[in-house]
């Protein structure tokens, strides 16, 4: 067995060292591998696919010297998304140029800007910038030897060289006053740095920096910065850009969703929902259009988290739970999207549904949902508690006592498994200590930090058994006092519902206000309030609230709970059944143009693009296309031939879980870019005793649907390796294309399995 598999190995190595069929010498006697760019490493990551001219990036200008015709345009086009912060496509458009002129200098200097946050991948960049830098202009010398020395790693205080940055800026602008750009530049590295720790000395003189561009360009996309500039200072400053943004770029997703900072800081939900979900449906179409999963664009999980507060806020709660489930289903991957990895879809996802759910007192759904992947239990300690925690509330909600000491149960459990742990720990620690002979200050400190995870875990549970036992008190008949109301960690306004049925009416008016004051213009404090007051007797007063709900309540569901709640002070007010008023524009700091529909801009939750379709020849003389398949689903995997060792590697991986993937229904295809004689050369590589996959062969010699799939560099004419999950109905529901085949093939059969049921 050693000996087979110590040939099978010399053989794998024999035909890399052979293979050259994609690649030309980085240097004399090497080549790249498959797959991987010929221009050296940083050229692997970030987008391999050609680049199209895009409307509506920013009316920018960036003089270049460039040779190819088309290429000051594009250029101007790399700009405006650099400025949008779409990075990864100011990145595609930069390549563009150098692969239509590559000795444009530029454009190398743009793909380093687009990687400002990636140093490595920068580096990279900017060094094929440096060598070509002997046939450009003094100011296109200036900006690339400025970013060649914030990327050098001398000084090592990176605070010396992004000040030292900040003055090579300066320096370009003292040099070339009319470069509005360079200006544009400098205002965003200012802001950027302050959070690194560089303090902006005045914001004021930033913000006249940028009225220097506004008064040559006034719809320049700077407008973003300066809403960064002052967001978390003074956002009522930022009200004018807030305004226009989104006209200075409306095909850059990101330019829409920043006026919703401003508006959200404002008090101004409305307005901030309708920015945020004017960016998701770009998104959205945009994914669609490009073949990508959501988590790869920039702040796109993040824009509608931030979509589902503010529709919570003025009481969109279907929406809200529409959006929260959507990026739940949204496809995981282990490096983009997965619970392990706070900022991304199903992390937001899970939270922000839970919050939704428990604002507007869903108490059935959250149970129903609980036995769903919308909550499934995790094995991520603080999530999984959360989801106790939220099941426990329900219950108690809900009156079922039985229900909830079972949960309380299961927190016990954890409890006593943590304080064992703890224990062992310790004198595992304390042990060891005596062993080394530590002095008793040692060892106190070896002892305390064996026990850290242990009491960090107790320091979410203990709280949590408290609240629960307070409920089932309450449920038993007792009070709530002050006492037991500060063991219960919920909001104010859920707290004033408690002690209006279990405690203190008085207490509920009290806290209902405190609601209501730290909550501004929110729809769902106002409501609790509303009906405290109603129950409280004070009619009056609940009539006066209500006519504050009014002024907000364009966007309200009136079937949720909370709303629905007021159908006494409605009658009793004459209001009609639908109570709502209409949304008034709010004038010029609000746009030029009235709210209109969204719809057209894409959908409001990702939907996976249409696979292209295909038609290849099988090693078997069969012939094979989507709708070979009938409504099954299938996993094409794009490799790259028998002589590229690691997607040998790969279909080996596939091999032995085959029949897994049939198990759910799941049929394997693998299309390699050779000949049809070649095709039985990657079966004589197989591991397996039979010498053959256990899923057929395609060939794809001119690599047609390698180039529809994307899984294809056209800058370097070269197939990428690619896995792809088409499900019944034709649709990309997972994707992985890159230099290196995907090889986590347990991962991909799970999520395919999940996407699948939905």
Known sequence: MLIAKSRFLSLLIFLCVAFSAYAEDKKEGSAPAPGHSHSGESFNEGPRQSAVKVDGTGDVHFP??????????????????????????????????????????????????????????????????????????????????????????????????????????ENIIHKFPEDIEAKAILAVRLWQFSRQGIPIGSRESVDALMQQVFQNNPLHPAHHFRIHLWDGKKPKRALSSAAVLHSTAPAIAHMWHMPGHIYDKLKRYSESAYHQ???????????????????????????????????????????????????????????????????????????????TLERFEKWNEILQLSKTHYLEPTQKDKLQLDRILLMSRAHFELGDKDSLIGVSNQIKERINKAEELKKKKKDEARQKAEKEKKNKEETDKMVKEAGKGSDDKLKYLRPAIDEINVCLELLDGQKLNEERAKKIKRKKSSLALLHLKYGDPNKAKELSEQSVNENQNRTVPLAVRIHVLEKTGDQSAAAKEFSRLEKISAHVQLDAVPFSRLVPVVQRLGKSDDWRVKEPWRGEDFGSNKPQDLNHLGPLVYEPPKAPDFDLLGEDGSRISLKSFSGKPVIL???????????????????????????????????????????????????????????PLFSDLESGSFKDYRSYDDFEDMPLHGVFLIDGKGRMRWMDVGPEPFQDIPFLLRESKRLLSM
């Open 64 to 169: 270049i010297t460039t040779k190819w015709s088309r290429g000051q345009q594009m250029f101007d086009q790399g700009i405006g998304q650099l400025h949008g912060f779409w990075f990864y496509e100011a990145e595609r458009t930069f390549r563009q140029i150098a692969a239509e002129d590559p000795e444009c200098a530029m454009a190398y200097w743009g793909m380093a800007m687009a990687n400002w946050e990636n140093s490595k991948r920068a580096k990279g960049f900017i060094a094929k910038a440096v060598e070509r830098k002997d046939k450009i202009s003094e100011r296109e010398l200036l900006y690339i030897n400025a970013q060649e020395a914030f990327l050098a790693d001398e000084p090592k205080d990176i605070k010396k060289r992004r000040q030292k940055l900040i003055e090579d800026i």
């Open 637 to 695: 995997i794009f490799y790259l031939g028998h002589n590229c060792e690691h997607c040998v590697e790969q279909l080996n991986n596939f091999a032995p879980v085959a029949s897994d993937f049939e198990s759910a229904g799941i049929e394997l295809v693998a299309i390699g870019p050779e000949p049809l004689a070649e095709l039985a050369k990657a079966h004589d590589l197989c591991a397996s005793d039979e010498k053959r996959f256990p899923f």
């Open 277 to 355: 979900e004017a960016s998701a449906r770009i998104d959205h179409a945009k994914q669609s259009h490009f073949q990508v999963l959501p988590d790869t664009i920039h702040n796109y999980a993040h824009n509608n988290e931030w979509l589902v507060r503010n529709w919570n806020h003025v009481g969109r709660a279907n929406d809200a739970i529409i959006m929260s489930k959507g990026l739940i289903d949204n496809p995981q991957h282990p490096r983009l999207n997965h619970f392990g990895r706070g900022y991304c879809s199903v992390s937001f996802g899970r939270k922000r549904l839970a919050e």
